[in-house]
């Protein structure tokens, strides 16, 4: 089963900036559609971003549309999510999925796959 590793979480201020990396030791990660999502406590899961196999089809959240970036990298087998102009509500514990579907299916629950840990971000003055 498809083991993904999350890194680059941290605490930064208002309107600074995180690379998140999502890693897939022994899979290649090229052969899956992933989306970046995030959940603070008492809340549900929600999708923030994806991107297709072949990197050429992305999809936001309406929150972070113009802040975040999603690219992958196959030749390092790793997909990352850039964040920028971060703000407090951004705070969350980040995690990357496959999404069994195009990214249309991001918003749908029933279309996510299994997460790694996830990394914490907060953003905080």
């Known amino acids: 089963q498809l083991r993904l590793v999350e890194s680059g979480g941290g605490s930064v201020q208002p309107g600074g900036s995180l690379r998140l990396s999502c890693a897939a030791p022994g899979f290649t990660l090229s052969l899956y559609t992933i989306g970046w999502f995030r959940q603070v406590p008492g809340k549900a899961r929600e999708g923030v971003s994806c991107?297709?196999?072949?990197?050429?089809?992305?999809n936001y959240a309406d929150s972070v549309k113009g802040r975040f970036t999603t690219t992958r990298d196959d030749a390092a087998n790793t997909v990352y999510l850039q964040m920028n102009s971060l703000q407090p509500e951004d705070t969350a514990v980040y995690s990357c999925?496959?999404?069994?579907?195009?990214?249309?299916?991001?918003?749908?629950?029933?279309?996510w796959g299994a997460g790694g840990q996830g990394t914490q971000v907060t953003v905080s003055a």
């Open positions: 991107i297709s196999k072949s990197g050429s089809s992305t």
């Open positions: 999925a496959p999404v069994l579907s195009l990214c249309e299916r991001l918003w749908d629950p029933t279309f």
